[in-house]
């Protein structure tokens, strides 16, 4: 994962070369629903129907085939969406709680999402292995999930999105044939949230691993 911060005063705003065109997101009050929004599953216990255009995230394949900017970038929005669970917002739970070694759990509620493995396979439909294993290990002792009595809870409570955080912007690059790059800028605010006043760009690669094109390097970028 590679970023670089870029601040300098608006009337000198320069377009940086890799951080403009794309799709872009706006701030969290105006980005788009994600399919956990339409529907009483979540994006990740969504099987892909064989006609959609968007990427089958859990479809194995033996060797690589040209993807869309279509695809990639819904494989993005899902892993942000994923992501989120383990830094931005857990997964629904049903307010039934159970305390475990000092810490309060709270039993998920979501169709698809029954068990940790249930968890697990998900994530590693768009994350590497390291990349599932740092999130489920997220916590050490006292695991952000985990399963208590055969189902899933959840200990996570969630954050706001960062105040010097604007809109996101998206574009897809094609290393080679079995590497692409998601180049995400993110406008940096002022203090008031009334102007931007630098940009911050990360990379994120992903490629096809074992079988499947999961990202091998992400975090949330607000």
Do not use: N
Request: hydrophobic share 40%; with cysteine; glycine share 8%.
């Amino acid at each position: 994962m590679k970023k670089r911060i870029c601040l300098w005063l608006l009337l000198l705003l320069i377009p940086l070369a890799g951080c403009s065109g794309g799709a872009s997101r706006g701030s969290a009050a105006e980005a788009p629903p994600t399919r956990a929004a339409e529907s009483a599953l979540p994006a990740s216990a969504q099987a892909a129907e064989p006609e959609d255009a968007a990427l089958s995230a859990t479809q194995l394949e033996e060797a690589p085939r040209p993807l869309t900017k279509e695809e990639i970038l819904t494989a993005y929005y899902l892993a942000e969406e994923a992501w989120g669970w383990f830094d931005l917002s857990p997964l629904p739970d049903t307010g039934e709680t159970v305390q475990v070694d000092g810490t309060v759990y709270r039993r998920v509620d979501v169709l698809g999402m029954e068990d940790l493995e249930d968890l697990r396979t998900y994530l590693r439909s768009l994350f590497s292995s390291e990349l599932t294993d740092r999130l489920l290990s997220a916590g050490g002792s006292h695991p952000l999930y985990r399963d208590i009595d055969g189902r899933l809870h959840v200990s996570f409570k969630g954050r706001s999105r960062a105040e010097d955080k604007g809109a996101v912007q998206v574009e897809v690059d094609q290393l080679d044939g079995q590497t692409y790059s998601l180049e995400v800028s993110v406008d940096l605010l002022d203090s008031e949230r009334s102007a931007v006043i630098g940009l911050e760009c990360w990379s994120f690669p992903f490629a096809f691993v074992d079988g499947r094109w999961v990202f091998t390097d992400f975090r949330l970028v607000y």
